[in-house]
């Protein structure tokens, strides 16, 4: 019985640690969405190319390539194009303002998926939910009022958070059905597709300069493909395994703090952030820990 008991605590051990691996690995997603000199939706395109290209043969080297219904591809995928929208206008936000930015609008995730739950899911709307996540809006509102260099950023970042939030419930609907590595594949593909239809549209009002990556542009994309996004989604699904999902899910509140940390060590941001953002922070940090508290209790 000793022996089990020392055997599950290792397992729960390595299981935290995989965890905070995957959390600091997340965070690394704003930081090259900047290093990479593309445009966004050029960005996000090649993002989803190269790693739906890599996912089959990841899973043909596997042999756990499946074959799906029609209507089973279409679901899959247009989970994928919430994705592929939010990751457009997530970059979007860095590049117009930075990666403080972005990722703090990001933390509205919790407001929207409380606003939204609700009435996609049909189940009672949580009072207390919602006005913990009102500090954050509260904390957003800061910065956006007073701190005015940033406010188109700002703006693409809480439609970047909106639609996060539609992919999480979305994903978690759809994903009861389907084994994780093959959906995040049809995910990646169904994105694409849906990209590449809209990108005509897309080019007219935003001319794109540049299509292709070039220089260091090269490594900095390998590594989101496959350490941000595929290595990502993998390590999650092992640390599924070991740990529950409230105890993940808790734990990734903690991104934006370790893109932040990263964006000031790499691109000195703390020179660009002034009292309203710290407050804006504050009010933010406030609200993640009272929804913690409340999980908790």
Same mark, same amino acid.
């Given at each position: 019985? +000793?022996?089990?008991?020392?055997?599950?605590? /290792?397992?729960?051990?390595?299981?935290?640690?995989?965890?905070?691996?995957?959390?600091?690995?997340?965070?690394?997603?704003?930081?090259?969405?900047?290093?990479?000199?593309?445009?966004?939706?050029?960005?996000?395109?090649? &993002?989803?190319?190269?790693?739906?290209?890599?996912?089959?043969?990841?899973?043909?080297?596997?042999?756990?390539?499946?074959?799906?219904?029609? /209507?089973?591809?279409? *679901?899959?995928?247009?989970?994928g194009v919430l994705l592929c929208?939010? !990751?457009? %206008?997530?970059?979007?936000?860095?590049k117009a303002s930075n990666v403080?930015?972005?990722?703090?609008? %990001?933390?509205?995730?919790?407001? %929207?998926?409380?606003?939204?739950?609700?009435? $996609?899911? +049909?189940? &009672?709307?949580?009072?207390?939910?919602?006005?913990?996540? $009102?500090?954050?809006?509260?904390? #957003? @509102?800061?910065?956006?009022?007073?701190?005015?260099?940033?406010?188109?950023?700002?703006?693409?970042?809480?439609?970047?958070?909106?639609?996060?939030?539609?992919?999480?419930?979305?994903?978690?609907?759809?994903?009861?059905?389907?084994?994780?590595?093959?959906?995040?594949?049809?995910?990646?593909?169904?994105?694409?597709?849906?990209?590449?239809?809209?990108?005509?549209?897309?080019?007219?009002?935003?001319?794109?300069? +540049?299509?292709?990556?070039?220089?260091?542009?090269?490594?900095?994309?390998?590594?989101? #493909? $496959? #350490?941000?996004?595929i290595g990502l989604c993998l390590? *999650?699904?092992?640390?599924? *395994?070991?740990?529950?999902?409230?105890?993940?899910?808790?734990?990734?509140?903690? =991104?934006?703090? @370790?893109?932040? $940390?990263?964006?000031?060590?790499?691109?000195? =941001? @703390?020179?660009?952030?002034?009292?309203?953002?710290?407050?804006?922070?504050?009010?933010?940090?406030?609200?993640?820990?009272? *929804?913690? !508290?409340? +999980?908790?209790?």
């Open positions: 019985m +000793k022996m089990e008991t020392k055997s599950t605590d /290792k397992e729960k051990t390595k299981g935290f640690l995989l965890l905070h691996l995957s959390v600091f690995i997340a965070g690394f997603t704003g930081v090259l969405g900047r290093l990479i000199e593309l445009d966004s939706a050029v960005l996000v395109w090649h &993002r989803m190319a190269w790693a739906a290209a890599l996912m089959v043969l990841f899973l043909l080297f596997r042999k756990e390539l499946k074959r799906y219904k029609f /209507k089973d591809l279409l *679901q899959m995928g247009g989970v929208l939010h !990751w457009v %206008f997530f970059y979007a936000s860095i403080s930015i972005g990722v703090v609008c %990001f933390s509205l995730v919790g407001f %929207f998926t409380a606003l939204f739950e609700p009435i $996609i899911n +049909k189940h &009672r709307f949580s009072v207390r939910e919602f006005l913990f996540s $009102i500090l954050t809006v509260c904390g #957003v @509102y800061l910065i956006f009022q007073f701190d005015t260099r940033y406010r188109l950023g700002i703006t693409l970042g809480i439609v970047s958070s909106a639609l996060y939030a539609l992919f999480a419930i979305a994903n978690q609907h759809v994903g009861k059905h389907y084994e994780a590595k093959n959906m995040l594949l049809w995910e990646m593909i169904g994105g694409l597709v849906v990209l590449s239809a809209i990108f005509p549209i897309y080019n007219a009002f935003a001319p794109v300069e +540049k299509f292709l990556p070039t220089g260091l542009d090269y490594p900095y994309m390998a590594f989101m #493909v $496959i #350490v941000c996004t390590l *999650q699904i092992i640390v599924l *395994q070991k740990i529950d999902a409230f105890t993940v899910n808790l734990t990734y509140n903690l =991104e934006p703090v @370790y893109s932040i $940390i990263l964006a000031m060590l790499i691109f000195n =941001e @703390y020179q660009e952030l002034n009292f309203s953002f710290i407050l804006g922070i504050a009010f933010i940090v406030i609200s993640v820990v009272f *929804q913690t !508290w409340s +999980k908790l209790k």
